[in-house]
């Protein structure tokens, strides 16, 4: 059973940056793609962006220039960098990992708890 564990929310000011982390646990044979997506208050949980196995990274267009993904698979931790934030990036942010088959039988996709970014104008 993969385990998620965000941490590093907290409140910001405008303009300045946060890194929040996410560390894994549980991996056995396969480590599968990992993301950031976020919720805001009243509003559907949406992407943010997304890291594959194999390095590549996608970004949501409110993410791109100032947002970046990056992982330690030494430490099973995955980060984003905030940067240049706007009270508009308050939102719970949530790891994802999904497990693709052959390394499990269907796709499984685990989520952390989330952790709160407040920004502040």
């Known amino acids: 059973q993969v385990q998620l564990v965000e941490s590093g929310g907290g409140p910001v000011q405008a303009g300045g940056s946060l890194r929040v982390s996410c560390l894994a646990s549980?991996?056995?044979?396969?480590?599968?793609?990992m993301s950031w997506y976020r919720q805001a208050p009243g509003k559907e949980r949406e992407f943010v962006v997304g890291?594959?196995?194999?390095?590549?990274?996608t970004y949501a267009d409110s993410a791109k220039g100032r947002f970046t993904i990056s992982q330690d698979n030494g430490k099973n931790t995955l980060y984003l960098q905030m940067n240049r934030l706007k009270p508009a990036d308050t939102a719970i942010y949530y790891c994802?990992?999904?497990?693709?088959?052959?390394?499990?039988?269907?796709?499984?996709?685990?989520w952390g708890q989330g952790t709160q970014v407040t920004v502040s104008s």
């Open positions: 994802k990992t999904e497990l693709f088959p052959p390394c499990v039988v269907t796709t499984v996709a685990y």
């Open positions: 549980g991996y056995t044979v396969c480590r599968g793609d």
């Open positions: 890291i594959g196995h194999d390095g590549s990274t």
